[in-house]
């Protein structure tokens, strides 16, 4: 069975541009989380989407944003980037989420933003 | 290969040795923990969870003690391999799942 797959993998723009990143699960998996890592914050919770809606949502700006299609793929979308939003993006993928997280989540080798 | 901290604790252990990790955690309703292995350029790995009702868990080679008492998580990896060099978070969750800031765990050969 694929894992988790992430595109693109690295991804280079500047500030006040938008960009979108895109997540695959594994099949059969209905819920998809996106975090955000970086050296100084560690792995930061995004949110997390399930049959199309979101369920669960960290402490990020609006700028900040995902979606989930019915095929259960994920995309997020950052709008207006700041330097700061220069990071690892992760998308994790489990089961049925079950709403608390309680289960096991897959993670893919994420995609690394660099805003210039 | 991509860092995933620049300034994480670092624990160096001789390869055959046991290691030794630990996390504390910071809330008390926590009820999920989890224990993920992330090497460079990768995503985090599940390696072994624990349910609040349980102070122990195992898995091969490696084993999970959870002390609610003091808020403290621990991971414990018998006789460390090169293959387990690596950084290693520990999550805590509750309606929001939060991760540690993790630990480089270095095999000395």
């Known amino acids: 069975k694929a894992g988790v797959t992430q595109t693109p993998r690295y991804l280079i723009k500047t500030r006040g541009q938008q960009v979108t990143l895109s997540c695959s699960p594994i099949?059969?998996?209905?819920?998809v989380s996106w975090y955000q890592q970086t050296p100084g914050q560690g792995l930061q919770f995004l949110f997390e989407?399930?049959?199309?809606?979101?369920?669960n949502k960290g402490n990020f700006p609006g700028r900040f944003s995902g979606r989930q299609f019915s095929n259960s793929r994920s995309e997020m979308n950052v709008s207006t980037l700041e330097l700061g939003d220069s990071a690892l993006y992760l998308c994790?993928?489990?089961?049925?989420?079950?709403?608390?997280?309680?289960?096991?989540?897959?993670f893919g080798p994420g995609t690394r933003l660099l805003v210039l | 290969g991509e860092s995933v901290g620049l300034h994480l604790p670092t624990l160096s252990v001789q390869e055959g040795d046991n290691s030794i990790i630990n996390c504390a955690y910071s809330?008390?309703?926590?009820?999920?923990f989890i224990w993920y292995k992330q090497e460079s350029g990768k995503g985090p790995q599940f390696i072994i969870d624990?349910?609040?009702?349980?102070d122990k868990r195992q898995g091969q080679r490696v084993t999970v003690l959870l002390n609610k008492t003091v808020k403290h998580l621990s991971l414990q990896i018998a006789a460390t391999q090169p293959g387990d060099s690596a950084v290693y978070f520990c999550?805590?969750?509750?309606?929001?799942?939060?991760f540690g800031k993790g630990t480089r765990l270095h095999i000395l050969p």
């Open positions: 994790a993928s489990s089961l049925t989420g079950t709403g608390t997280l309680q289960e096991t989540q897959y």
């Open positions: 099949s059969g998996h209905r819920s």
């Open positions: 989407y399930f049959s199309e809606t979101q369920r």
């Open positions: 809330n008390s309703a926590s009820d999920y």
């Open positions: 624990i349910r609040s009702n349980m």
């Open positions: 999550a805590e969750t509750d309606d929001k799942i939060i």
